[in-house]
C-alpha cells in the first residue's frame, strides 16, 4: 500500500504509478478540489464521468465547517461526500497563513480566527494530523508554514505519526517549502529526508505570486535532489501552461481550483488557449467548446448555448464550464503520460505549447 | 400525432397517453420548467435521469434573450438545450402582464418593456405563435391575457395558424381565463372550443394568489364541462398537494417552478411533508432526505451532508435538492397514474393528504 511505482521516464518527465487504499492513481495527475468536501458545482458521478481519480479536500475548511466530529458520525470524508476513490487532505497550514484575520504563530503551532464565525481555534502539527486522521483520506498533508524558509515546521507531526497509527488506510506526506530560495529548499529537503522513509513529498510554496520564470528554475534545481522513487506532489498548481511545464521538470501530481474557479468566471480551457464565453462572438455559434472534448458540455451543447447560460446568469452555466475545465486538465494529464510513456515527451510538450500559447 | 387516448379513470382522476413528435407523454404527468432554455441547475441528462418527460420553456424570455433567430441559427430548441424529449414553449402572455414594467395593451396585442435591456417590444397572438414556431416546440400555447374575464383574447393567432400551418411538428393549445369566476370560464370555454377543434386545452389564471379553495371550486365546476378527448393542462401547478387536489378534478398536465425555486432555497419534497434542510436537527443525520426516493440526491448523500452544502453556500447543494424536487414530482405524477389505473384513486389520494400533511 502506498507503493509507487516509476514506470517510465522522457526527460525529466515521469510516468507512475500510486497504488492507495481506494485505489490506483496514475501520474502525472490532475487533481480536482473540493475544498469544503464537493468540488464546486459537480457530483461525485461527475467526477467518476470525467476520470477523476485523486480528489483534494481541506483540512482546515472543514474543521471550521461542519467539524470533523460530524463527518466521523457520518462515516468519514468518502462517505460524507460520496466519492468512492481515492481522497487527499491538504493540513490547513496554507489556509491558516493566507486568510484574513487574526493569527499568532508560536513554536508549536498557530492560534487563528475561523472564517466562518470569529472563533478563535488553535492548529499544531498533531492536531492538524489528528483531524485528518478522523477524516480518513488515503494521503494526509504535514501541517506546514508558508514562509520562505519556513520548511522545518512541519516536522513533528510527521515523525509522531509515523510511529503510533496503522498505515494501511492513510499515510502523510511532508511539504517541503523554502520559497524560491535554492539553498532553503535544498535544506529542507535534507531534514525531510533524514527524518525517516516516507510515501510521497509535497511541493509547497510555489505559484503563490512569484513570478513563473522563478518557479519554474526552483523546480529546475530542486527536481534532480528529489528521490526518485518518491511521488511529487506540487501544490496548487495549475494552469494548463503551468501543468505542462512542472511535468516536464519532473513533478507527478497537482490540485488547483482553476479548473472550477475559471469555469465559474465563463472561460474555458481548449487546445487552442483558453476561451471567454461571454464574449459577443459566441452568440450563435453552432461549435463546441472543444471540439475535441469528450465531456458532456463539448458533446451536447453549442458555444452559443453556453453563452446563453452565462449571459442570462444560469447555475447550469457555472457547472457545465466547471465540468468541462476539470475534464481538460485530467486529459491533459492522461496526454503527457501517454508521450511519456511513448518516449517523446519533450516533442510533445514544445507541440503542445505551440499550439495552446499561439494569439487568437 | 397529437393524438391523447384516455386510458383509465378513477372518481374524475384521468389516466391517459398523449403522443407528440418527440415521443410519448403518459398522463398525469409534472413538466419541469426550464425557463430559459435550462430547468435551472439541472442538465438535460439529469432531467432523463429524474424520468422527465414533457419539459416547458418560455417564449417571452427566450425572445429577449437570446432572441429566436439565435435559437433557429442553433438548430431549434431541442438542439439548443440538449432535450430530445418533447417541448412545450408558453406564449409569454403571462409574463408580459406579470413582470414588472411599461405595458400597454390594445385589441391586437401588447406593448412591453424589455426586462433585460429595458427595450420596448410588441408581442401580438400572431407573433407570439411566430416566435413558438420558430422554436419548433411539440406543443405551442396560444397567446393570453391573464385578467379576470379576458378569456377571449387568445383566439386570433389559434385560427389563423390552425389553417396555414402543417401541423405535423407542432401544435397549438388554447388557454382558457376567466379567473375564479365561473360564469366566465364558461363563456370562454364555449367560444374556445367553438373556433375548431384542438388537440388540448389550458387552464390558466389560476394558482396566481387566489385561496387554495377557490382554485379547487372552480377546477371542480369547469371539469365536467371540459371535453374528455382533451389533455388539461393546468398552468402554474405546483406544490405537491396541488397536484393531487387536481388530479382528483380532473386535470391531467402540470408546470411549476416550484420544486427547482423551492430546491434552491432549500426546501425538500418527502411524502410526510416539506423537509428545511438548513434546519440545525439536519446538522449529523445520516438519513437521506428521503427514503422512498430513487434519485442521486437520495441515494448518495445525508441529510447531514446536504445541510453542509448549503450551509457552506455550496452550488452542489443547489442542484441536489431541485434535482430530488423535480424527481419528487414526477414520481408523484407516476404514483396517482398506477392509482388511477388501478381504480382506487380517491382511496390513494386519502391516504397521501393523510401522510403528507401531518404536523412534523
Not at 151 to 157: L, T
Not at 200 to 229: C, D, F, I, S
Request: proline share 6%; aromatic share 8%; charged share 20%.
Amino acid at each position: 500500500m502506498f507503493e509507487f511505482q516509476l514506470e517510465a521516464t522522457s526527460g525529466a518527465a515521469r510516468a507512475g504509478l500510486l497504488t492507495l487504499p481506494h485505489g490506483p492513481v496514475e501520474t502525472p495527475v490532475f487533481m480536482p478540489v473540493g475544498t469544503q468536501a464537493t468540488v464546486r458545482t459537480l457530483s461525485p458521478r461527475d467526477l467518476v464521468t470525467v476520470g477523476a481519480r485523486l480528489v483534494l479536500a481541506n483540512t482546515y475548511h472543514l474543521h471550521v465547517r461542519p467539524g470533523e466530529d460530524v463527518i466521523a458520525t457520518l462515516g468519514g470524508l468518502h462517505r460524507f461526500m460520496g466519492w468512492e476513490g481515492p481522497l487527499l487532505t491538504d493540513s490547513g497550514g496554507f489556509q491558516v497563513f493566507s486568510l484574513d484575520g487574526f493569527r499568532r504563530v508560536d513554536e508549536d503551532g498557530v492560534e487563528f480566527q475561523s472564517h466562518v464565525d470569529g472563533a478563535r481555534r488553535r492548529l499544531t502539527p498533531e492536531r492538524a494530523t489528528d483531524i485528518q486522521w478522523v477524516l480518513d483520506a488515503d494521503v494526509a498533508m504535514a501541517f506546514d508554514h508558508v514562509v520562505p524558509g519556513g520548511a522545518d515546521e512541519a516536522r513533528e507531526g510527521q515523525t509522531l505519526r509515523a510511529a503510533d497509527r496503522p498505515t494501511v488506510r492513510q499515510t502523510l506526506w511532508p511539504i517541503l517549502q523554502g520559497g524560491t530560495h535554492q539553498t532553503l529548499r535544498a535544506e529542507g529537503l535534507q531534514r525531510i529526508l533524514e527524518m525517516g522513509s516516507w510515501t510521497g513529498l509535497a511541493v509547497g510554496g510555489l505559484a503563490v505570486g512569484e513570478p513563473k520564470a522563478a518557479m519554474y528554475e526552483t523546480l529546475e534545481a530542486l527536481a534532480p535532489r528529489l528521490p526518485a522513487t518518491l511521488p511529487r506532489y506540487l501544490m496548487g498548481v495549475g494552469f494548463p501552461e503551468d501543468l505542462v511545464a512542472a511535468v516536464e521538470r519532473g513533478m507527478d501530481l497537482f490540485d488547483c481550483v482553476a479548473p472550477t474557479r475559471n469555469g465559474r468566471n465563463g472561460t474555458a480551457f481548449t487546445p487552442d488557449g483558453p476561451v471567454n464565453i461571454r464574449n459577443a462572438a459566441h452568440r450563435a455559434d453552432p461549435r463546441p467548446l472543444d471540439s475535441s472534448c469528450d465531456c458532456e458540455t463539448c458533446t451536447t451543447f453549442s458555444r452559443g448555448y453556453l453563452r446563453h447560460l452565462f449571459v442570462a446568469e444560469e447555475l447550469l452555466g457555472l457547472r457545465l464550464l466547471s465540468l468541462h475545465n476539470v475534464r481538460y486538465l485530467i486529459r491533459l494529464a492522461a496526454q503527457m503520460r501517454a508521450a511519456i510513456r511513448a518516449g517523446h515527451f519533450p516533442r510533445w510538450a514544445a507541440d503542445w505549447r505551440r499550439r495552446y500559447t499561439q494569439p487568437g
